[in-house]
C-alpha cells in the first residue's frame, strides 16, 4: 500500500498571505490528523477527521481550518500567515478512528517558510 | 492537561554503547503509550507501543516498557548503531476520548558515533 503522502513538500509564503496543504491517507483509513511541528513548541495537535467531520481540535487560532472530503483526502487551510506559523505540518492517518490502540501512520510533511 | 516529558538531548553515545531515553508522563485514566522516530527529512515513524500497565513493547532492539507506578515509559536498547541516529518522540493517547489526539514529548536527539 502507498503510505501518506502530503504535497506539496516545501511552500514559501509571505505574511498575510493563505496557504492550503493537502494530505492523502493510506487507502482503507478514515481518519485523518494534523500536527504542528516546530523546534520552539515541538509537535502540537492541530485537528483530526472522521468520516468528513471534525471529531477534535487542538488550541490554534481560527486561521487554522481543515476539511476531509468523501474519500478521506484532507486538506488544512492557514489564512493570514503569520511569521510564527513556519513550521513542518504532519499529516497522520490511522484505519479506524477512535481507537488509542491503532497506529497512526505519518506522512514526510510539508515544510512551510512564510517571509 | 496530558502531558508528556522526556529527557532532554542532544544525546551522544558511541556505537555498540547503551541508550535509555527516560519518558514520564502526566494523565488521567490509561492511556496508551508510543514511542515515535524521526529522521532527518522524513515525518514519524512508530517504533514501538504499550496500551496497558505492565505491557512491554519491542522492536528492532528498542524496548519499553509501561509503568503506571512510575508514570514512565523509558525506551532502552543494548546496543546502538550509526543508523539509530535521530529523534525520538515520546507520546500518549486515550482510548476514551475516542480521538486519534497523539500528545508528544519535545523530543530526543540521539547522535551515535562510529
Known amino acids: 500500500k502507498a503510505g501518506v503522502t502530503q504535497t506539496p513538500r516545501y511552500l514559501i509564503k509571505t505574511r498575510g498571505q493563505q496557504v492550503t496543504l493537502s494530505c492523502s491517507p493510506i487507502s482503507g483509513h478514515r481518519s485523518v490528523s494534523w500536527y504542528q511541528q516546530t523546534p520552539g513548541q515541538g509537535l502540537q495537535f492541530l485537528f483530526e477527521y472522521f468520516s468528513e467531520t471534525q471529531r477534535n481540535k487542538g488550541n490554534f487560532p481560527g486561521r487554522f481550518s481543515g476539511r476531509q472530503f468523501s474519500n478521506s483526502r484532507s486538506e488544512m487551510n492557514v489564512s493570514t500567515l503569520e511569521l510564527g506559523d513556519s513550521a513542518l505540518y504532519l499529516c497522520?492517518?490511522?484505519?479506524?478512528?477512535?481507537?488509542?490502540?491503532?497506529?497512526?501512520?505519518f506522512g514526510p510533511g510539508t515544510r512551510l517558510t512564510v517571509l | 492537561g496530558d502531558s508528556v516529558t522526556q529527557m532532554e538531548g542532544p544525546v551522544t553515545l558511541s556505537e555498540e554503547a547503551f541508550l535509555t531515553i527516560n519518558c514520564t508522563y502526566t494523565a488521567t485514566g490509561y492511556p496508551s503509550l508510543f514511542w515515535y522516530v524521526q529522521y532527518p527529512g522524513e515525518g514519524l515513524q512508530l517504533l514501538l507501543k504499550?496500551?496497558?500497565?505492565?505491557d512491554k513493547g519491542s522492536n528492532k532492539g528498542f524496548e519499553a516498557t509501561y509503568r503506571k507506578e512510575t508514570t514512565s515509559f523509558h525506551l532502552e536498547k543494548g546496543s546502538v548503531q550509526v543508523s539509530d541516529s535521530a529523534v525520538y518522540f515520546c507520546?500518549?493517547?486515550?482510548?476514551?476520548?475516542?480521538?486519534?489526539?497523539?500528545?508528544f514529548g519535545q523530543g530526543t536527539t540521539l547522535q551515535v558515533k562510529p
Open positions: 497522520a492517518s490511522s484505519p479506524e478512528g477512535g481507537s488509542s490502540y491503532n497506529e497512526q501512520f
Open positions: 507520546a500518549l493517547s486515550h482510548y476514551s476520548s475516542n480521538t486519534g489526539k497523539l500528545i
Open positions: 504499550a496500551t496497558k500497565a505492565d
